[in-house]
């Protein structure tokens, strides 16, 4: 059984998962009061409900929950989402943190915190975009990525990739923040008209840097990891 308190109000919506309900209430008031409107879920289930069924602006999820680990859900939201993620823990051990990064969270906060910290990160996470625009569209700084348009635009401007490279760009900005290996995007990538050669892909972010990097020799978005694969940087304009 689960419960869910909802804040009426117009601003960026956020969804809060915790199942701490004083917290969550308390998080919903402070936010409520700087202009956000949020979505409260006591556990993750009703959490990912929530999502698949409306936009939020940004995700906080708790660690410890009473049926799926905030770990898993972090998980489940990065295999298909974007969006920003404040993982909250009353755990404070550099472990969690690593864990709770290497699923793709965005920022991190122990458990007790001052709600100016949480508004603080809160404010950042979104700064750095990845938020839905709309359900096929996102951001991140001036460059979009739109799945229906299947194209990708630079400060408004178009950018002239093929089929395969939007494809490819796509992938890439779908695990945003989070390193992908060759093997992991040709498998992403399955069905395309391509190359089997790992060097295929190399070749092909060498000219998507050419449309969306301001220098592409010095790339600040798509970024090579040495000896494993590349990583779509979220936090650059």
């Known amino acids: 059984m689960f419960y869910i308190v909802t804040m009426m109000k117009q601003g960026d919506k956020i969804l809060l998962i915790d199942d701490d309900q004083r917290l969550a209430e308390m998080i919903q008031e402070f936010l409520q009061d700087e202009g956000y409107a ?30 799926i680990n905030g770990l898993e859900i972090c998980r489940i939201l990065r295999a298909t989402d974007s969006i920003p993620i404040l993982m909250l823990t009353a755990k404070g051990e550099s472990l969690d943190r690593v864990l709770g990064l290497e699923m793709g969270a965005d920022d991190y906060l122990p458990k007790p915190f001052e709600p100016r910290e949480l508004l603080a990160r809160l404010r950042a996470i979104l700064r750095r975009g990845g938020a839905p625009l709309s359900g096929n569209i996102i951001r991140f700084g001036r460059l979009e990525v739109d ?22 760009l796509l992938a890439l900005a779908d695990s945003a923040g989070r390193v992908l290996t060759r093997d992991q995007l040709m498998n992403a990538l399955q069905g395309s008209d391509l190359d089997a050669f790992d060097r295929s892909i190399d070749v092909h972010v060498s000219r998507i840097r050419a449309e969306i990097e301001n220098n592409p020799k010095q790339p600040r978005r798509l970024i090579t990891v040495r000896g494993v694969g590349y990583v779509f940087a979220r936090d650059q304009e």
Request: net charge negative; proline share 2%; with cysteine.
């Open 38 to 67: 949020v979505t409260i879920a006591l556990d993750g289930q009703t959490g990912l409900m929530y999502r698949e069924n409306e936009n939020f602006r940004a995700v906080i999820l708790d660690l410890m929950l009473p049926d």
């Open 147 to 168: 799945r229906d348009a299947m194209e990708a635009r630079l400060e408004g401007k178009r950018c002239d990739l093929t089929v395969y490279q939007f494809r490819l």
